[in-house]
Each structure stands twice: as C-alpha cells, then as structure tokens.
C-alpha cells in the first residue's frame, strides 16, 4: 500500500470518528501539491470541513493547485471573511487565473472580497490580450533603486519580501524603467557597502505586455532563467513572469499540439470533465475531413481495376506501401514539427531540410527495397514485380519524407500550427500519392 493510500485511509478514519485534532495534526504535515489531489477523494462537504482545518498560510497554498471546479466548490461554501482571508494569501496571477475560469457570479464575489489595490491590479491584468504576457505575469516582485547599498537592499527585501512571489532576482529601476537586475546570491556575496549599480546586470532578457505566452515560454527554456521581467511600450517594468506560470504554459501547448496531431480540437478541460458531446465534437470535424480524402484514393484504385483485374497481386502489397510511407512520412514531420517549436528550424531552412530529408529517404528506401525486393524473388520468383516494388518503394519513401518535412514548415510560414500537419493528415496525403505512384509503375512495367 503506497503513501497515499495510507494517508487517505488516515484521514478517512479520523473524519468517521470526528478526531479533529488528529485531523488537523496529520493535515498539517502535508504538502500542499499532495493536499490539493487528496481532497478530489473526498465529497464537497468533506472538502470543506477539511479545508478548514488547514493552517492559514497552508490552506492558501493548498487552494492554488485545486483545479477550478474545487475551488469552485469551496468558494461558495466560504463566508466573505474566509474568502477574504484566502485572497489575501494567494498571488495576483493566480487569483487572475482562477477568475478567468469561474463563472461571473463567482468572480464577482471574488472582486467583492479583494482589497482596492488587488481588484486594481487584477483588473489591469484582465485587460490584457488574451494568451500574452500581460495576463501571465504578477505585479508582486521585489524592485531595488541602484543607488542603494547592499545592506540597504537586504534590508528592504526582508521587510517586503514575505508579500512578493520570488525575491531570488530583484529587479533595478529608475523612474519605473528597468535598469539591471540583481540575484539573492550576489547581495550575499557581496559587501555591506556594495552599491546596487556596481553589482547589478545590465545585459537585460525582457518581453513586451503583449508577446505571446508561448514565446515567453521557450524565453525561459533558451536562457534558463527563473523569472522574467514583463516591460510596458516604454520599457517600464509592469511586472515579472515566474517560472511555474511558464512550465504550465509549456504543458498546455504540448497538450494542445499533441491533440492537434492526433487530429482533434484542443480541449482545456480533463478526459473525464469533457462531455461526450463535446469529446465528438473535437474529433469529428478532422475525422470527416481524413475520411473524404481516403475517398480519393478509392477513385484512384477504380481508375486502375483493369490492372488490378489483370493482376489482382498487386493488391495484396498496397497496405506494405501505404504503410510505409505514412510512417516515413509522420518520421518526418514529426522532426519537423519539433525542431520548428524548439526554433531549431526556420521556415527559411526548407531547402536545407528537404536536401537532408531527401538524402535520409534515398539510403532508408534503398535497405528498404533491397529487403522486399529479395523477398518478392523468393517467394514469388518474379522478377518484373520485384522491380515493380523495388521502385515503388524507394520512390514512395522519397516522397513521404520530402511531403512530412515541407507541410509542417508550409504551415509554420503561413501562421498555421505546424502540428496540424501530423500523422493523420500527412499519411492521408501520402497514401493517395503512394497509391497514384504503384498503379502508375505498374503499368509501365506491365504493359497492361
């Protein structure tokens, strides 16, 4: 039996048996992360009763990784004065992020229960472009003047630090503009009478209110950095974005691209939070689309049945082929797909990346056709249909590889997500190309 399970059977035993003190004890010693999963466990009234039991500071950090439902839930079961004391605790970039999920009678409960200077900021944030910077930073960091000594700014961490998100980097100003930033460590390490101008970073890694969240992400992946500071049109610093606003950034678009590839519409909601209705209506739009283009193929074969009727063989090495080259080509885009996301690949690379991809095609195609055109010799004993794979296979390869690494990088420079050119749809391409191909050579080899 694993922790959890222990510590559920814990808590489910004392709440039976009303042991609130063991309750409160044993809850206590808790992460909030561990908390947040364990109360989905429990009924809402349970829920509640739990929550209560939490310590002030505990029971803030245990309400910011609740999903949107629980915390829901919870918030109409508050008094004002819990709620009150909830917001209190909890950043300006969450309380953005949960309102931008509750419904309006809740929000504007919300909005009630936040102080002035809160209700300003959030507001500030909210009308910020949707998916940009401005609605993924927070406006509680810790900013220094460069004329301060070292002692002077540790000195002002400590007395506004305890209210601020992070407090490792300190960001310089003058006049609201950002002029340096400074790491915890260096303050450290460096001397009492050390001025903040002598020690602070000047070469600056900043992003516009209005960038797109995305590239804000890969910012923090291609600087390793923890923070990032967030600059009006004029430079001035409105706020920073933390590095666990930008990891969820990063999951979502990985959710949402690898729903895109599995050809279906993204969904912000869990597999079991989405409804049925709505899980066909995500999938059904590509899938009509996949299903009209295989029609095409099936015209295509029709446009052939006087060979396949002369050689009904040829049939049986259709799935080989079509096969082949889906996964060649989902090899392909799949490559691109991430190089292009990484910004490993530029949409001006297309030339650099279809020699290389045709490079690849001609010696994978070649071991590929000299395996089945073997095969075909010694189980068939026919060498004009040897030939006839042999060459519908190198020249299958070739294309699917050229077609899965040009469409993701097509999409990229007409602003389409390269991901909506993945598996389904380039192996939907691919085996109408493949299937045109085959029937193609084989009439030329068979005279048919």
Not at 170 to 195: F, N, P, Q, W
Request: proline content about 3%; some cysteine.
């Amino acid at each position: 039996m694993d922790e959890k399970t222990l510590l559920y059977d814990l808590v489910s035993e004392y709440l039976s048996q009303k042991k609130f003190s063991k309750l409160r004890e044993t809850l206590a010693n808790e992460n909030p992360a561990d908390l947040a999963v364990l109360f989905t466990e429990f009924e809402e009234k349970d829920v509640l009763l739990l929550y209560r039991l939490l310590p002030k500071e505990l029971a803030a950090d245990t309400f910011s990784y609740m999903d949107s439902d629980m915390q829901e839930n919870l918030i109409n079961g508050f008094s004002d004065k819990e709620l009150r004391e909830v917001l209190d605790q909890t950043f300006i970039d969450d309380t953005v992020d949960m309102i931008e999920e509750m419904p309006a009678n809740v929000v504007s409960r919300i909005l009630r229960n936040c102080d002035a200077q809160s209700r300003n900021a959030i507001n500030q944030i909210l009308k910020y472009p949707e998916d940009s910077a401005g609605t993924l930073m927070t406006i509680e960091y810790v900013n220094l003047s460069k004329n301060l000594t070292v002692k002077e700014a540790i000195s002002r961490i400590r007395k506004v630090g305890p209210n601020k998100e992070t407090i490792y980097t300190c960001y310089v100003t003058e006049a609201r503009k950002l002029i340096g930033i400074v790491s915890v460590k260096d303050l450290l390490t460096a001397a009492d009478d050390t001025h903040i101008s002598d020690i602070m970073e000047t070469n600056l890694i900043f992003v516009d209110t209005s960038e797109d969240k995305e590239v804000v992400a890969h910012q923090f992946q291609k600087y390793d950095i923890l923070a990032l500071p967030v600059v009006d049109a004029e430079e001035r610093l409105v706020g920073i974005i933390t590095f666990d606003d930008a990891m969820d950034v990063i999951q979502e678009e990985n959710t949402e691209d690898i729903s895109i590839m599995a050809a279906m519409t993204p969904s912000d909601d869990s597999y079991f939070k989405t409804s049925v209705f709505a899980q066909v209506k995500n999938r059904i739009f590509w899938l009509i689309i996949l299903m009209l283009s295989n029609a095409i193929t099936g015209a295509i074969i029709n446009r052939f049945d006087t060979v396949i009727s002369a050689l009904p063989i040829l049939v049986s090495f259709m799935p080989m082929l079509t096969g082949t080259g889906g996964n060649c080509g989902s090899q392909s885009s799949a490559l691109m797909i991430r190089g292009l996301a990484l910004g490993e690949i530029k949409s001006k690379d297309f030339l650099k990346v279809m020699w290389k991809e045709f490079r690849i095609a001609i010696v994978v195609s070649a071991i590929l056709a000299i395996i089945n055109g073997a095969r075909i010799l010694i189980f068939y004993h026919d060498p004009t249909l040897a030939i006839v794979l042999t060459l519908s296979i190198i020249a299958t390869v070739v294309l699917s590889k050229l077609i899965g690494c040009l469409l993701p990088i097509i999409a990229k420079a007409i602003h389409l997500d390269p991901a909506v050119m993945a598996g389904p749809l380039i192996s939907t391409i691919v085996d109408i190309c493949t299937t045109l191909l085959y029937y193609t050579i084989a009439v030329q080899f068979f005279k048919i």
